[in-house]
């Protein structure tokens, strides 16, 4: 890939484009550089990471359902807060999703991809709803 100079003379490869003026990002990219963020834990680490933060991104919901955001005092801005929570919840469980790939040689994008043409096929036979894992 080449850089492209993008907004103040910033290539576009660079962390800076990615975060600030695209303010989206790839699988690819974003396993790129959370792997530059990895101490090199043990895999216990990372699943029980991914299992804290899920269970954060349930106590998120649990509050919101209970009426937590609407306590102005606690949460001036509200609705608002609680998607702002969320979304740093989200960073951190997707972190720890891409060092359990990163580990075992599974990159995210893949996975994401494998994901919805499983979920495309299981569309087209009608079994989006049902259970177990080979509808």
Same mark, same amino acid.
């Given at each position: 890939m080449t850089d492209?100079?993008?907004?103040?003379?910033?290539?576009k490869t660079s962390l800076y484009y990615t975060l600030t003026i695209q303010r989206?990002?790839?699988?690819?990219?974003y396993h790129r550089y959370a792997k530059e963020t990895d101490l090199g834990r043990s895999m216990d680490y990372?699943?029980? &990471?991914? !299992?804290?933060?899920?269970g954060e991104i349930a106590g998120l919901r649990k509050r919101l359902l209970r009426g937590d955001y609407e306590d102005?005092?606690?949460y001036p801005l509200g609705e608002e807060q609680y998607k702002k929570d969320l979304k740093n919840e989200m960073g951190d469980a997707l972190w720890y999703l891409a060092m359990i790939g990163e580990h075992n040689q599974i990159a995210? &994008?893949? !996975?994401?991809?494998?994901?919805?043409e499983k979920l495309q096929e299981r569309k087209k036979k009608?079994?989006?709803?049902?259970?177990?894992?080979n509808r």
């Open positions: 492209v100079v993008g907004k103040d003379h910033m290539p989206q990002m790839d699988f690819t990219d990372y699943f029980n &990471g991914l !299992a804290e933060e899920c102005e005092e606690k995210l &994008g893949e !996975a994401a991809s494998d994901n919805l009608g079994l989006i709803k049902g259970k177990g894992s």
